[in-house]
């Protein structure tokens, strides 16, 4: 079966330093994966998606995402977080009928 | 921009109940999915829908059913609540059916069952 895993499951940052949350996917077909983002009290909402092309794609507020096939990866990092980047994170897969599987999340907290 | 909108953002109910969450979207869209989300377990699928009057199990139905009667509209039933359905649900939609299409997610119901 599918499944995604986020090993970190709460990353405490200062601000201005750098992001970096892992995903890892087992899926041996063509994949669409994308991360979302769910800031305390909001809905989740769409930080960036991948489906093919550059393996290097960027989203809204300054994160990105790196591709690798052969490490089934797709982490997530910006360069210098920020107080306001506080929120849940999750990685998910898309698949057969639209459905996504989603990993557990990553909680991250950035002190002022 | 995309509205999912649901019902309640805060609902608590007894043991036994019957339960209606609600979930309304705006963008004429196919799918609808019911998650729930727990800490440490991220959002599991219950049950989703790609037409009216359509259903399909996800990965944790036991408890729950749903309803389509409408296209945008998608209810989540609790037939018979337990405590160990106290959780926060989340109603998606989304355009088609293809893997490549992202999902839009409503505020979320925080249900607590007494």
């Known amino acids: 079966a599918q499944s995604v895993s986020q090993h970190n499951h709460h990353v405490i940052l200062s601000e201005a330093a750098s992001l970096e949350l892992g995903c890892n996917y087992s899926y041996g077909g063509t994949v669409n994966l994308f991360w979302y983002v769910q800031y305390p009290g909001q809905h989740l909402q769409l930080l960036l998606k991948y489906f093919s092309g550059d393996p290097l794609v960027k989203g809204i507020k300054g994160f990105e995402a790196e591709f690798i096939k052969s490490k089934f990866s797709f982490n997530l990092r910006k360069p210098s977080v920020q107080w306001s980047d506080t929120a849940e994170y999750f990685c998910a897969v898309g698949y057969q009928g639209g459905k996504l599987i989603f990993g557990q999340g990553t909680e991250l907290s950035v002190k002022p | 921009d995309v509205k999912v909108t649901q019902s309640s953002r805060y609902l608590v109910k007894r043991t036994g109940e019957k339960v209606f969450l609600e979930c309304v979207q705006d963008?004429?869209?196919?799918?609808m999915f019911w998650y729930r989300q727990d800490p440490g377990l991220g959002l599991r699928l219950i049950y989703f829908s790609y037409d009216v009057k359509m259903k399909e199990k996800g990965d944790i139905p036991e408890g729950y059913s749903v309803s389509r009667e409408k296209k945008e509209r998608f209810s989540l039933i609790l037939e018979s609540a337990s405590t160990n359905q106290t959780s926060m649900y989340l109603c998606?939609?989304?355009?088609?059916?293809?893997?490549?299409?992202?999902?839009?997610f409503g505020d979320g119901t925080r249900l607590s069952i007494l």
């Open positions: 963008m004429d869209h196919e799918n």
């Open positions: 998606a939609s989304s355009f088609t059916r293809g893997s490549n299409q992202p999902q839009h």
